[in-house]
């Protein structure tokens, strides 16, 4: 265990070797990574670490708590000044090459990408969309990607990530990519005018090959939108749609469905599936025939602050090349992050509901599991700790959920339900799939060790009309249809007794 350390610590600088190295035994020494997944985390790791410092020649030292934030940031500043000069200077150069040239980089990724606008393009009419309503029904017809044959459980135990996201963002999954080794399906935004502009499709298709060559595990779907935009543009976004192509993809037994902008803990996707395999063993001791429990399992939500917000890509990109540790990448990364007040619970200060329930502080602390265990067999089995109750209707944590049935058949069919695409733009689309499932039964519990952060970047121009009451009815369309909807599921799940309770006050 010690040569693991030594790996890590020749290639990751930035802390005192004396405290890496300990952390790093602890990790090792508590069994986190098992079945040959040490090897590969270290490689990641290293990986991580060497691009930080390939882009820029400075240390990652933490500034001691007694400094100011402010002085933090100066310093900061002045060790990404190169790394930004050159950044520019790179930047100069991709414009100044030819179409041609860039191409002929990735041709498969640009052909495959032109196929699939191209049939977007020829449909004639629009699907109906997917809503409470039509609930039953889309999933008998669901178009899914799950296999036929079925899953063996639980060897075929996978989570796969669906994210959907605008080409502004697309440069956030570089990160993400690095972090999570196991199939991610992303769904890209296309407005028509920028598909119908050869030259903004050019640029656009590039920008889609560039991510998919450095992250082989990635499945890209452009998603064409302008046929029936609505006055008010970009307020359209037709985010549950996406959502829902996404999850058509996914062909794993479970599935995390995350917003572009969260990255992921370097142990995430290892964790999420040895928690997601102890749920499908203990629920299955005394079945012959293994199935996946119907449970939602959500991962803790935090957020990276910085004194002064980056006002476009170039700037936010910033702060990973100055610095390879400035997301955290481990349990041990996030809890120094958050007592040095440098990260904290994702939208604390502006929507304290958001994540309230998940009780981010006691996770901290690592209050994990049940305080109950059980012996069997000789074996201790430890609970995940589960969400008794709900604060608040407006509670939209990122979840771990089954997708793909293990059962064989020729129409597989989904195992929860799809998103309702009534819901676009921003605002309410999230919560209300998490309502769904509460009020249909679906028992929700806290993954211990691992998470997601949130990576700092440009106000998006949906947000700013999410915001604008004045001249734009999105926040009120958004909000009556939530209170509809709400209505409809204390309607249609009337029946249901072990829904997740609103907390007491």
Not at 81 to 92: D, H, L, Q, T, W
Request: hydrophobic content about 30%; overall charge positive; aromatic content about 6%.
């Amino acid at each position: 265990m010690q040569s693991y350390s030594m790996i890590v610590l020749k290639h990751c600088e930035g802390r005192t070797q004396r405290r890496r190295r300990a952390q790093n035994d602890e990790r090792l020494s508590s069994g986190l990574f098992q079945n040959g997944s040490i090897e590969i985390w270290l490689l990641r790791l290293i990986k991580l670490c060497h691009n930080g410092k390939k882009k820029s020649n400075v240390t990652s030292a933490k500034p001691k708590k007694h400094q100011k934030t402010s002085e933090k940031n100066n310093n900061r500043a002045k060790r990404g000044s190169k790394a930004v000069a050159s950044k520019k200077s790179a930047v100069a150069n991709k414009k100044s090459q030819s179409l041609s040239v860039v191409e002929k980089k990735h041709p498969q990724y640009h052909d495959a990408l032109l196929l699939d606008i191209q049939k977007q393009l020829g449909k004639t009419s629009e699907s109906s969309p997917r809503t409470l309503e039509t609930l039953e029904k889309d999933l008998k017809h669901s178009p899914n990607s799950c296999p036929k044959e079925g899953l063996s459980l639980p060897l075929d135990i996978s989570v796969s990530l669906v994210i959907q996201c605008s080409l502004d963002r697309i440069w956030l999954l570089s990160e993400t990519c690095l972090r999570w080794p196991d199939p991610i399906v992303l769904v890209v935004y296309l407005p028509s005018q920028t598909v119908r502009n050869s030259s903004e499709l050019s640029t656009a298709l590039d920008s889609i090959s560039n991510v998919m060559a450095e992250c082989p595990q990635m499945t890209v779907l452009p998603h064409v939108h302008g046929h029936d935009e609505k006055e008010g543009g970009f307020s359209t976004y037709p985010v549950n749609v996406m959502r829902n192509k996404g999850l058509d993809a996914v062909k794993t037994s479970h599935v995390l469905i995350m917003d572009v902008d969260l990255i992921p803990s370097a142990d995430l996707s290892h964790v999420a599936k040895d928690n997601v395999m102890d749920q499908v063993t203990m629920a299955n001791r005394s079945n012959n025939d293994i199935e996946i429990p119907l449970n939602a399992i959500v991962v803790p939500a935090f957020e990276r602050k910085v004194d002064s917000p980056c006002s476009d890509v170039e700037s936010c990109r910033r702060y990973l090349q100055n610095d390879s540790k400035f997301l955290p990448l481990l349990f041990q990364d996030l809890k120094e992050c958050t007592e040095d007040k440098d990260c904290i619970v994702f939208q604390a200060d502006m929507n304290w509901e958001g994540h309230h329930t998940t009780q981010s502080e006691k996770w901290l602390k690592k209050h994990w599991y049940e305080s109950s265990s059980k012996e069997k067999e000789g074996e201790k089995t430890r609970t995940i700790r589960q969400i008794k109750c709900f604060d608040s209707l407006r509670y939209e944590p990122y979840i771990i959920i089954p997708w793909c049935p293990s059962s064989k058949s020729s129409n597989p069919q989904p195992l929860t339900p799809y998103y309702d695409e009534r819901f676009y733009g921003y605002g309410k689309n999230k919560i209300q799939h998490i309502s769904h499932l509460r009020f249909r039964g679906v028992p929700f519990s806290v993954l211990p060790q691992s998470f997601v952060v949130h990576h700092p970047h440009p106000e998006s121009s949906i947000k700013q009309v999410w915001n604008n009451h004045k001249n734009n009815s999105l926040h009120r369309d958004m909000d009556l249809l939530y209170r509809e909807y709400i209505n409809d599921l204390t309607e249609k799940y009337s029946d249901v007794d072990d829904a997740v309770p609103q907390c007491d006050d």
